[in-house]
């Protein structure tokens, strides 16, 4: 259907370029598009990007709710008619409805939507998307501060990120990994994992992140009793934060 797949296509440009206003208006049309030709796959769709919209405004309950009827869907739409983009979508809106829960302390939710959205990318291969969900697991046990299990699954991830040569999962990951190694005593390992970020950060050139990074190591290296070498790396952040502002 040509028609419906120039609104799919819209969506996706408009939410990507964060017009709201145009993004809702298609949504709203594809929803009664999709109804009147009976197509499950395209309204599980529609339902998946009013819970990325609402969720981008901050309206979490009803990006809640808009995720959970395209899953929903998904949950009822035969095998045999889920296409590669289909299954990738379904584990979005997994991945998506995890990141809700973990926003409001459902952390047992959380890990089990993202689990379920691991399990659907490595069945489609989709290892950028994998990367993220080890990543996205490893935050959820780090907020249930279980170390152990956020630093297995922060591995996880940055083996994946290093394979794809993306800087900012490596950045990301090594980032919280260096955090997870300070909390389990392991200063110097973190200070390493720090310096990875930092190199990957400042390849993107992404201030804040290297200013909060900066910082960090400035701690670290306290803690170290190095005090000389953290005042360097405290004066690098605060000229960083300047900038920023």
């Known amino acids: 259907?040509?028609?419906?797949?120039?609104?799919?296509?819209?969506?996706?440009?408009?939410?990507?370029?964060?017009?709201?206003?145009?993004?809702?208006?298609?949504?709203?049309?594809?929803?009664?598009?999709?109804?009147?030709?009976?197509?499950?796959?395209?309204?599980?769709?529609?339902?998946?990007?009013?819970?990325?919209?609402?969720?981008?405004?901050?309206?979490?309950?009803?990006?809640?709710?808009?995720?959970?009827k395209?899953?929903?869907?998904?949950?009822?739409?035969?095998?045999?008619?889920?296409?590669r983009s289909v299954k990738a979508n379904e584990?979005?809106?997994?991945?998506?409805?995890?990141?809700?829960?973990?926003?409001?302390?459902?952390?047992?939710?959380?890990l089990k939507n993202n689990y379920a959205a691991i399990k659907i990318r490595q069945e489609i291969n989709d290892s950028s998307a994998i990367a993220a969900s080890f990543l996205n697991i490893g935050n959820v046990y780090l907020r249930l501060?279980?170390?152990?299990?956020?630093?297995?699954?922060?591995?996880?991830?940055?083996?994946?990120?290093?394979?794809?040569?993306?800087?900012?999962?490596?950045?990301?990951?090594?980032?919280?990994?260096?955090?997870?190694?300070?909390?389990?005593?392991e200063y110097e390992s973190a200070f390493k994992q720090y310096s990875i970020a930092l190199e990957n950060y400042k390849k993107l050139d992404r201030k804040k992140q290297i200013a909060k990074t900066l910082n960090n190591m400035a701690n670290n290296l306290l803690i170290l009793e190095k005090p000389d070498l953290a005042k360097l790396y405290l004066d690098s952040a605060l000229t960083m934060y300047n900038e920023i502002k």
């Not at 993004?23 to 030709?37: A, H, P, Q, V």
């Open 1 to 68: 259907n040509i028609a419906l797949l120039s609104i799919h296509n819209s969506v996706a440009h408009y939410i990507r370029v964060r017009d709201f206003e145009v993004t809702e208006f298609l949504l709203n049309k594809g929803i009664d598009y999709s109804i009147d030709i009976n197509s499950d796959t395209s309204l599980a769709y529609m339902y998946l990007y009013t819970g990325v919209l609402k969720y981008y405004q901050s309206d979490l309950l009803s990006a809640e709710q808009n995720y959970q």
């Open 70 to 83: 395209a899953i929903d869907l998904y949950t009822i739409i035969p095998k045999s008619n889920k296409t």
């Open 91 to 110: 584990a979005n809106a997994y991945n998506n409805i995890g990141n809700v829960y973990k926003a409001h302390g459902l952390f047992d939710q959380a």
């Open 145 to 185: 501060n279980d170390l152990d299990k956020a630093k297995e699954y922060y591995l996880k991830s940055l083996a994946y990120f290093k394979v794809l040569d993306n800087q900012f999962g490596i950045a990301s990951t090594t980032h919280n990994l260096a955090l997870i190694l300070e909390d389990l005593g």
